[in-house]
């Protein structure tokens, strides 16, 4: 595969930084240097912003859904086609196993798709408030959106931003991680390619540093900024976007726990969770962190367990068969490290130790998976989101410890149930005060079904149509039409 030299996209033109300045992006199995990338600044922030709101005026975007489900569906069919190349670019850049990498591509297309459907159904409503007048509620695009994207899963998550705010008619602007410049311009690029998209609709700038990302915020041009990332970047944002009152779309951190019941199957239920716990290596908002297992099969559990972890095969996302890649970066395996060190220095048990690993895989970001026990769920590894291949398993007697432990976090992104007992499945479910619960599986995530955090794992819904409500307002208009 050849290196990739990105560029932004401002008003329909592939163009550099203004000031020529690139950044590197490096395949983080092996350091090597992959592509480039644009390292803009506020110039080209404000360019792109412009662009955006200049667009959002015309009415051939934000008023034409016909087209906006057009452009869309030659998107998606574009994505379909290079599959293949972008699967495997997003491995390169992202360290993530093929398959995962594979299945990120066919759930964003499928993405695109359902959202090409909707953006011909926004419906408002009309009524009569008293004799001769009427109240109309239409729906309409807010306005510029700026999408700041991570770099965990790239694809899917740029997507799952942008497709609810270009069905929705609103312009907008692109920042993307550093990490992950090459694949997100990839992306666009079948995007800008498909026939009928008015220029300004889309822009992507790319940076190294964060001041783009910090002009979407601020600027007044911007009324909507959907943001996937960190609790403490997701703070900030919002402290930042106060003055300009945006609307927010904040999707953040989240600390999962699976709890899992005296008559689910340990044979069955450690592999899947152990999977769960490593997937994008660990670097995933909703992976398995806490593993809750009831008394009765705590000791199974955890031989079991213990087994599954073993049994995964870490190395090039490349190979065949391997269950984990590298981590994103360098600094991202020393500050996963020292938290590991200091869990490890701490907790109750230690079960499995990972650890850098060398031969052929010492070049790059490999870390192999940790798994301890603990009780006290105070502890700052049961509370803080560890974003690597780190697992906590600990022990409840009942049902109501079970959800009064998973209840103690200041986060509420995710969780799962493990049992073939319904009505305890349903109980728990409801108790758990998260977005999301699954029961018998962890993380699956899909167009259709909205995705969120409780508490501080962030502000509104991404997926779904509830999506839309992020980059629609809603306005209306009165008419005093008299009686005959
Ligand atoms: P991050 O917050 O460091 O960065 C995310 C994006 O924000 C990047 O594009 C980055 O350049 C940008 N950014 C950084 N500083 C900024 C600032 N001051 N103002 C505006 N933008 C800024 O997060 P990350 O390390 O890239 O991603 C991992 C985090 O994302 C984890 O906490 C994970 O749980 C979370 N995440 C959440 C979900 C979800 O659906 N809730 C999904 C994926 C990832």
């Known amino acids: 595969m050849t290196n990739v030299t990105a560029k932004n996209l401002i008003n329909g033109e592939w163009v550099g930084a203004q000031d020529g300045a690139m950044g590197t992006s490096r395949n983080p199995a092996n350091q090597e240097a992959i592509g480039s990338f644009p390292a803009s600044g506020l110039a080209d922030a404000k360019a792109a912003i412009a662009a955006a709101a200049a667009a959002f005026e015309l009415p051939n975007w934000a008023q034409n859904p016909r087209l906006r489900q057009l452009v869309m569906l030659r998107w998606a069919d574009r994505l379909e086609q290079r599959a293949e190349y972008l699967a495997q670019l997003l491995t390169r850049e992202n360290g993530k196993v093929i398959a995962q990498s594979r299945g990120e591509l066919i759930g964003a297309v499928s993405e695109i798709r359902y959202y090409a459907g909707l953006t011909r159904y926004i419906p408002g409503h009309a009524f009569e408030v008293e004799p001769g007048v009427y109240s109309t509620m239409i729906k309409e695009p807010a306005g510029v959106a700026g999408i700041i994207v991570p770099w965990n899963a790239p694809v899917v998550l740029l997507i799952r931003s942008l497709t609810p705010a270009l069905c929705a008619g609103c312009t907008t602007v692109i920042k993307p991680a550093p990490q992950t410049a090459l694949i997100t311009y990839e992306v666009l690029r079948d995007l800008h390619e498909a026939q009928g998209l008015p220029p300004g609709v889309l822009n992507l700038v790319s940076e190294t540093g964060h001041a783009v990302a910090q002009e979407l915020v601020a600027s007044p041009d911007v009324s909507v900024i959907s943001f996937t990332g960190s609790n403490a970047t997701g703070a900030r944002i919002m402290a930042d976007a106060a003055p300009t009152m945006k609307k927010l779309s904040l999707e953040l951190g989240g600390k999962s726990c699976c709890l899992v019941f005296p008559d689910a199957d340990p044979s069955v239920v450690a592999p899947a969770l152990a999977q769960a716990a490593v997937i994008i290596s660990g670097q995933q908002c909703t992976a398995a962190r806490r593993i809750l297992v009831h008394g009765s099969r705590y000791d199974e559990m955890k031989a079991a367990l213990t087994q599954s972890f073993k049994d995964l095969r870490v190395g090039f996302g490349e190979a065949a068969g391997m ?23 701490t907790c109750d048990e230690v079960i499995l130790k990972g650890g850098r690993l060398g031969g052929d895989l010492q070049a790059g970001n490999f870390l192999a998976p940790t798994l301890v026990a603990h009780r006290d769920t105070g502890a700052f590894f049961c509370q803080e989101e560890i974003f690597g291949p780190f697992v906590v398993l600990e022990r409840f007697e009942d049902e109501k410890e079970a ?55 962030g502000i509104g819904r991404l997926h779904g149509y509830d999506a839309l409500v992020d980059f629609l307002e809603i306005k209306h208009i009165y008419q005093n039409a008299g009686v005959v």
Not at 334 to 342: A, L, P, Y
Not at 421 to 436: F, P
Not at 443 to 457: D, H, I, M, Q, V
């Open 403 to 457: 959800v009064a432990r998973t209840n103690h976090t200041e986060y509420g992104l995710s969780a799962s149930v493990w049992t073939n007992d319904g009505a305890r499945a349903m109980r728990v479910s409801r108790a758990i005060r998260s977005g999301t619960i699954w029961i018998n599986d962890h993380n699956k995530l899909f167009a259709e079904a909205e995705t969120g955090g409780y508490r501080k794992s």
């Open 323 to 345: 269950h984990m890649g590298p981590l994103i970066d360098t600094t991202a395996v020393r500050h996963v490290q020292e938290r590991v060190q200091m869990a490890l220095d």
